[in-house]
């Protein structure tokens, strides 16, 4: 089943305006730009727009905002597609192509990535997208003087959240942890991270069409965040304030008012608590704890670069963006993981990124973001899908709710979200 998701008249008049603005530099003289439309913005946008100034032939980048879906859409009714597009999904890759409105590409010599990650970008046995950025997704920030001895395990996380939540109600410490409860990508990347400890033979078939949300790998792994999200004073201003926070805020709840000791959150959080870092400690990571001292599995994310149908240099703009060499300029800007494997790992301007992109290279560890890959509205946006049914669960066990109670609630949601998105249970 293929979504429904309407674009806003700001969208589509926005969408037209860049349509014409290109059309009219196109047939001002000179060379034709090659134009990509991207989801980046602020300094992601900045550093895109230097690895492009390397590409031999002038390319012309557009920020589409965070529904760069609906900016798509509005753009291919107007019949002004952009020459490329990154894409935050592989669902929209795939269901572009089976739309007719992508070309097959073709990736350099010299591009290679983790076993698993291409087919996600495949329709019909051709490849129709890329990977050209990737996200570490299982870590968690600290700062070093808040946590000199980070949890090992998963049992030692809650020991640490009850003992530090009991302090901060006593004598007004910080909270153990913040979290952007009100971005709902935020809180899956915590169920993720679980699932794919506790059950992670189970973890890629909830991406299949005949996926059990309700069976006993869901439940395990709600009822496990259930168990640390219920802990009183486990977050800054409580689970209702939780919800109202952003994930902006939260990260500088940690690295600049100190109100919290940890945050879970990618790899790009050092973008974000950079400007905000107060002194000269930066912020820290220790991988996600899973039962096992050393961490669970890997969850990464990831933007693909796509090609639209009769798009003029797209192709080959594509294939240049997975030459080891091309995004050289952000790698020595920091803020960026290469999903190419041939991307060496002293390319990395430090020993943070070293370490991220080695771990990424471990073989059977990698699981890719789950909530990116489910079918239509399910995959989540802002109130709607997978985002909106976590924000409930999490409401549930911060507000007094059971944990089988609010379990058995979110499951259901889960199975129905799937059986209406065109499959699952």
Same mark, same amino acid.
Do not use: C, K
């Given at each position: 089943m293929r979504p429904t998701i309407r674009a806003s008249r700001r969208t589509l008049l926005r969408a037209a305006a860049v349509g014409a603005t290109a059309l009219a530099a196109g047939c001002s003289g000179g060379?034709?730009?090659?134009?990509?439309?991207?989801?980046?913005?602020?300094? &992601?946008?900045?550093?895109?727009?230097?690895?492009?100034?390397?590409?031999?032939?002038?390319? *012309?980048?557009?920020?589409? +905002?965070?529904?760069?879906?609906?900016?798509?859409? /509005?753009?291919?009714?107007a019949g002004t597609s952009p020459d490329v597009a990154i894409l935050p999904r592989p669902g929209l890759v795939t269901e572009y192509a089976q739309r007719g409105w992508l070309s097959p590409v073709r990736p350099s010599t010299g591009y290679a990535v983790p076993a698993g990650l291409s087919e996600l970008l495949t329709a019909e046995g051709q490849r129709y997208g890329v990977w050209v950025k990737a996200a570490h997704k299982s870590l968690v920030w600290h700062l070093p003087s808040m946590l000199p001895v980070p949890p090992a395990n998963w049992d030692e996380l809650v020991r640490l959240t009850r003992a530090l939540g009991a302090l901060a109600r006593r004598?007004?410490?910080?909270?153990?942890?913040?979290? +952007?409860?009100?971005?709902?990508?935020?809180?899956?990347?915590?169920? !993720?991270?679980?699932?794919?400890?506790?059950?992670?033979?189970?973890?890629?078939?909830?991406?299949? $069409? #005949?996926?059990?949300?309700?069976?006993?790998?869901?439940?395990?792994?709600?009822?496990?965040?259930?168990?640390?999200?219920?802990? #009183?004073?486990?977050?800054?201003?409580?689970?209702?304030? /939780?919800?109202?926070?952003?994930? !902006? !805020?939260?990260?500088? *709840?940690?690295?600049?008012?100190?109100?919290?000791?940890?945050?879970? +959150?990618?790899?790009?959080?050092? #973008?974000?608590?950079?400007?905000? *870092?107060?002194?000269?400690?930066?912020?820290?990571?220790?991988?996600?704890?899973?039962?096992?001292?050393?961490?669970?599995?890997?969850?990464?994310?990831?933007?693909? $670069?796509?090609?639209?149908? #009769?798009?003029?240099?797209?192709? !080959?703009l594509v294939e240049w963006l997975t030459r080891?060499?091309?995004?050289?300029?952000?790698?020595?800007?920091?803020?960026?993981?290469?999903?190419?494997?041939?991307?060496?790992?002293?390319?990395?301007?430090?020993?943070?990124?070293?370490?991220?992109? &080695?771990?990424?290279?471990?073989?059977?560890?990698?699981?890719?973001?789950?909530?990116? *890959?489910?079918?239509?509205?399910?995959t989540g946006s802002d109130g709607v899908g997978i985002w909106r049914i976590m924000q409930g669960f999490f409401a549930d066990v911060t507000d007094g709710v059971r944990a089988g109670e609010a379990t058995r609630r979110a499951t259901g949601l889960l199975a129905a979200a799937a059986r209406n998105a065109g499959g699952g249970r």
């Open positions: 060379s034709r730009s090659v134009q990509v439309a991207v989801v980046w913005s602020t300094s &992601e946008l900045d550093r895109f727009r230097e690895v492009v100034a390397g590409y031999p032939a002038p390319v *012309q980048v557009v920020s589409a +905002g965070n529904d760069i879906d609906a900016f798509l859409r /509005a753009r291919h009714l004598d007004g410490g910080p909270a153990p942890l913040a979290i +952007g409860a009100a971005d709902g990508w935020v809180l899956t990347d915590w169920f !993720e991270n679980v699932l794919a400890d506790v059950a992670p033979e189970s973890y890629n078939a909830l991406a299949r $069409a #005949d996926a059990d949300w309700q069976g006993g790998a869901v439940r395990e792994a709600l009822d496990r965040l259930a168990g640390l999200w219920s802990i #009183d004073g486990a977050f800054v201003g409580g689970g209702r304030r /939780a919800l109202l926070t952003q994930y !902006e !805020e939260s990260v500088i *709840q940690v690295v600049h008012t100190r109100r919290a000791v940890m945050l879970v +959150g990618a790899d790009f959080t050092a #973008d974000v608590a950079d400007p905000f *870092q107060r002194g000269p400690q930066a912020p820290v990571t220790f991988r996600f704890p899973g039962a096992s001292a050393g961490g669970g599995p890997l969850i990464v994310g990831g933007d693909a $670069a796509v090609a639209f149908a #009769d798009a003029r240099g797209g192709v !080959e080891a060499d091309s995004f050289q300029p952000w790698l020595r800007s920091g803020g960026y993981l290469s999903p190419n494997t041939n991307v060496t790992i002293d390319s990395y301007r430090d020993r943070v990124g070293q370490r991220l992109a &080695e771990e990424m290279r471990t073989p059977g560890t990698l699981r890719f973001d789950l909530s990116d *890959q489910l079918p239509g509205p399910f």
